[in-house]
Every structure is written in structure tokens, then in C-alpha cells.
């Protein structure tokens, strides 16, 4: 099981730093994706990065604004959050990349990752 915090209500233009850890397994053998789920959405995509850290893949939506990088020694992944907007609201969500899926992980789909966290949630707004 995974556990995400960080979020929190925010102005637009803030910033926020998600933290993505897990208590049971080791992080470093997988590669490890951000998601979001927006109200009445379904949930996307947000950024993903390999297990070694060398590879990472954005959503179009978020490129320049949201860094992902990850802390093997802490066993914990990052998500760097800034300028955000008011369609940047929803709860984030991280999960490791099911093996099964071979290095689809990297197009940053949900159904190719599994062990999802309780989430947290982004508010954004004035």
C-alpha cells in the first residue's frame, strides 16, 4: 500500500510538493506513476518515472509546471507542483507499475499500475 500527502487548498500561481512513500515493499524496483481524479472525471496520468529515475513522462497538461523525481534511499517518490490552476483540483493518487505490464508503464496509464494510495487532495482556488 502506498501513502500520498502534501496536497492542501492553494491559490492559484502556488505551489505544493506531494510526497508518494510505501510502508511495506521496497519503491526501488518499480517504476512509480502520479495520477488525478477530478470531480465527475475520470482519473488521469499526471506524470510517471522509471525505477531508476532516468526516464520520466508528463502530461501535456502539466509539462513545465510539475516535476516528478524520486528518493530511492527514502523510499519515496516526489511530485513538484507549481503554478497551479484551478483544473489542476483533484485528489492525486500514486501506484507502481504492475509487471505484468513490461514497460507500458511509461504512457502513464492507470491500468497498467497497481498498489494505489488513499490519495490526496489538491484544492485549488482563490
Known amino acids: 500500500q502506498l501513502v500520498e500527502s502534501g496536497g492542501g487548498l492553494v491559490q492559484p500561481g502556488g505551489s505544493l510538493r506531494l510526497s508518494c512513500t510505501a510502508s511495506?515493499?521496497?519503491?526501488?524496483?518499480?517504476?512509480v506513476g502520479w495520477f488525478r481524479q477530478a470531480p465527475g472525471k475520470e482519473r488521469e496520468g499526471v506524470s510517471c518515472i522509471s525505477s531508476s529515475g532516468g526516464n520520466t513522462n508528463y502530461a501535456d497538461s502539466v509539462e513545465g509546471r510539475f516535476i516528478i523525481s524520486r528518493d530511492n534511499a527514502k523510499n519515496t517518490v516526489y511530485l513538484q507542483i507549481d503554478d497551479l490552476k484551478p483544473e489542476d483540483t483533484g485528489v492525486y493518487y500514486c501506484?507502481?507499475?504492475?509487471?505484468?505490464?513490461?514497460?507500458?508503464?511509461?504512457?502513464?496509464?492507470?491500468?497498467?499500475?497497481?498498489?494505489w494510495g488513499q490519495g490526496t487532495q489538491v484544492t485549488v482556488s482563490s
Open positions: 511495506e515493499f521496497t519503491l526501488y524496483y518499480y517504476a
Open positions: 501506484a507502481v507499475e504492475n509487471p505484468a505490464s513490461g514497460n507500458f508503464w511509461y504512457y502513464c496509464l492507470p491500468s497498467d499500475f497497481t498498489s
